[in-house]
């Protein structure tokens, strides 16, 4: 279905209900650059939500790779589900349940993508760094500025370097009846990290 091998497959492409997040596809770019992916990589994807970092990240991990497709929310499995399906991928694995249940019983990852957590995000940050390979990256998505003080300060003490935070303030365009506006979405913080 989305045949161009560059991230950013447009938000319309993807399946969608009201009250299941979507990491927007400007983000979603973003974030999947500051992962760094090669084909055959082991991806997590924790807060999956519609699953659109998912999707993504299985067309670049390619056939000889793998996502592991989590979230707390049945509602949110099961459009990522329908997304799977609808972009024919075979190599996301999704899990309903709490990522700090579940991380422990999958392999060790090559990247990891971090977004709707419920508030966990601190301690599935300190889990994800012994599941992590050396040399992994760990990409971050943050709406609230607690959560990025909290994210920060957790990976200032663990084994990350290279630390990175990008903020992304997207304006798109919407046609009225006069002419063309901007309007703005919500700011997101991006922290991108590498164990080592």
Known sequence: MWKAKTPGIPDELFERVEDVPITKEEVRAVQISKARLKSGMVVYDIGCGSGSISVEAALQV???G??????FDAKAVELTKKNIAKFNLENILVSLGKAKEIINSIPDADAIFIGGTGGDTKEIVELCENKLKSGGRIVIGIILIETLYSVLKTIENLKF???DITQITIGKSRKTSTGTMM???NPVSVISSTKI
């Open 183 to 185: 309007l703005s979405r």
């Open 161 to 163: 370097t290279s630390t």
């Open 66 to 71: 793998s996502v592991h497709a989590i979230d």
């Open 62 to 64: 390619e056939e000889s």
